[in-house]
């Protein structure tokens, strides 16, 4: 049985609407983690989850969140890059769309364990609707005291800023992503210095995509050992795949990590589209290397993937015939 936790709630009605979402225990994350844990206990709690990025190479979470140096003097921000142009991916649009409170909610909680005061949420350029929808949703946030000053009486500032993008491909890529928040051209920058040091502004910096930060709330909630449980050694917790190409039932779908490919393809997408025999599948994002079709039995984590010799990346899964 499919293990459901970012896409739990999203068959029902008006759900990007605040009540809605509060009805279902939205941000009682929020509530938890200002009343119960100091910033530093909301980092070592994410730490011991497990969870690692969902947008690329899947670097942990919580040890990026602690590489960002304290007391410099300097003000901390953090960046949610919903910059969703890879080629074959859609998960992140996914939850924007149908949930958008569980984004906000989970980069409240990781601005606090940044002590971050100003965050960004850097939206493709062509997401017209969904930015309008994100913009709406961040107003609903503001008035029900979730953002802006002395947030639910517990002494934390934050506010956040939707940004649209100008429609740039390389904007994924997070030096890139602050090179264009600060009105620049979207090219990368050299690394080091790394964005945690030397980051929007010259500042420590923390980027992070939409589905990481959407698992958030769910960790604080539940705790770590929760999350930890679902998936497999090194890759825990939930994937969103968003399946496309030659199957028969294309979509979003989530798993638990560690899936079988043939599993996703055969069980739960129908099979190949038209009876025809499958060629190759690209497993995350249209800039992955291809798995023939000899490779279907690699399990859908970060490290197996790579053993197999491409990438988890974002999950977008290309189907080929």
């Given at each position: 049985m499919a293990i459901k936790v970012l896409t739990k709630n999203m068959h029902i009605p008006g759900l990007a609407q605040?009540?809605?979402?509060?009805?279902?225990?939205?941000?009682q994350g929020l509530r938890k983690a200002l009343r119960e844990y100091q910033p530093a206990d909301i980092i070592e709690i994410v730490k011991r989850s497990g969870l690692r990025g969902r947008g690329g190479a899947g670097f942990?979470?919580?040890?990026?969140?602690?590489?960002?140096?304290k007391n410099i003097g300097k003000p901390i921000y953090l960046c949610v890059n919903a910059d969703e142009s890879e080629p074959g991916t859609f998960k992140d649009r996914l939850i924007i769309e149908k949930d958008p409170h569980?984004?906000?909610?989970?980069?409240?909680?990781s601005a606090y364990a940044?002590?971050?005061?100003?965050?960004?949420?850097?939206?493709?350029?062509?997401?017209?609707?969904?930015?309008?929808?994100?913009t709406r949703v961040v107003d609903e946030a503001y008035a029900k005291g979730y953002l802006g000053r002395n947030i639910l009486g517990s002494g934390?500032?934050?506010?956040?800023?939707?940004?649209?993008?100008?429609?740039?491909?390389?904007?994924?890529?997070?030096?890139?992503?602050?090179?264009?928040?600060e009105g620049k051209r979207g090219h990368p920058r050299l690394k080091p210095?790394?964005?945690?040091?030397?980051?929007?502004?010259?500042?420590?910096?923390?980027?992070?995509?939409?589905?990481?930060?959407?698992?958030?709330?769910?960790?604080?909630?539940?705790?770590?050992?929760?999350?930890?449980?679902?998936?497999?050694?090194?890759?825990?917790?939930?994937?969103?795949?968003?399946?496309?190409?030659?199957?028969v039932k294309r979509g979003v779908y989530e798993f638990a990590m560690g899936i079988p490919l043939r599993e996703i393809i055969y069980d739960h997408?129908?099979?190949?589209?038209?009876?025809?025999?499958?060629k190759a599948v690209v497993p995350g994002g249209s800039s992955v290397p291809i798995l023939a079709?000899?490779?279907?039995?690699?399990?859908?984590?970060?490290?197996?993937?790579?053993?197999?010799?491409?990438?988890?990346?974002?999950?977008?899964?290309?189907?080929m015939d």
């Open positions: 605040i009540e809605v979402y509060e009805s279902v225990g939205g941000y942990p979470t919580g040890m990026k969140w602690g590489f960002v140096p569980q984004l906000i909610e989970g980069t409240i909680i940044l002590d971050c005061h100003l965050a960004f949420i850097y939206i493709r350029g062509e997401f017209v609707r969904p930015a309008k929808l994100l934390y500032d934050l506010d956040l800023v939707v940004h649209r993008g100008a429609g740039a491909y390389i904007c994924g890529e997070e030096t890139a992503l602050l090179e264009s928040l210095p790394f964005p945690a040091v030397v980051g929007l502004y010259q500042c420590p910096t923390v980027i992070n995509n939409v589905e990481t930060l959407a698992n958030v709330p769910h960790i604080i909630n539940n705790g770590p050992e929760w999350f930890s449980s679902i998936g497999i050694e090194r890759n825990t917790g939930t994937r969103l795949f968003g399946v496309s190409g030659h199957v997408c129908g099979g190949i589209r038209g009876g025809r025999k499958l079709a000899d490779q279907v039995d690699v399990h859908m984590d970060f490290d197996s993937v790579a053993k197999a010799g491409s990438m988890l990346g974002s999950a977008g899964v290309i189907v």
